[in-house]
């Protein structure tokens, strides 16, 4: 499912436009892309978490020449699925 289609869904399934169902989706993925980005979690009960992790410096291997390298720390956007979802996903 792709943006478009998250966007027919949820019109249909709340009786409202797609333009209005379209600025609530974007407006609610900027909402929690902000709060990662500054080290906030989101989390939704019973649909999961999105949190702010931070990936420590690491050796890692050039794959074409096989010279080690040093790959910097980093942070990364990390989604922690919650007890419902999982176990709507796998029964």
Do not use: C
């Not at 949820?10 to 797609?18: E, L, M, W």
């Not at 794959?63 to 990390?78: H, L, N, S, V």
């Amino acid at each position: 499912m792709n943006k478009g289609e998250l966007v027919d869904a949820v019109a249909t399934k709340t009786n409202i436009t797609k333009k209005q169902a379209d600025e609530v989706i974007s407006a609610f993925l900027s909402v929690v892309t902000e709060a990662v980005a500054n080290g906030e979690k989101v989390t939704l009960i019973g649909f999961g978490s999105f949190e702010r992790r931070e990936r420590a410096e690491r050796e890692g291997r050039n794959p074409k020449t096989q010279e080690t390298m040093t790959i910097p720390a980093t942070r990364i956007p990390a989604f922690s699925a919650g007890k419902q979802f999982k176990e709507k996903v796998a029964p």
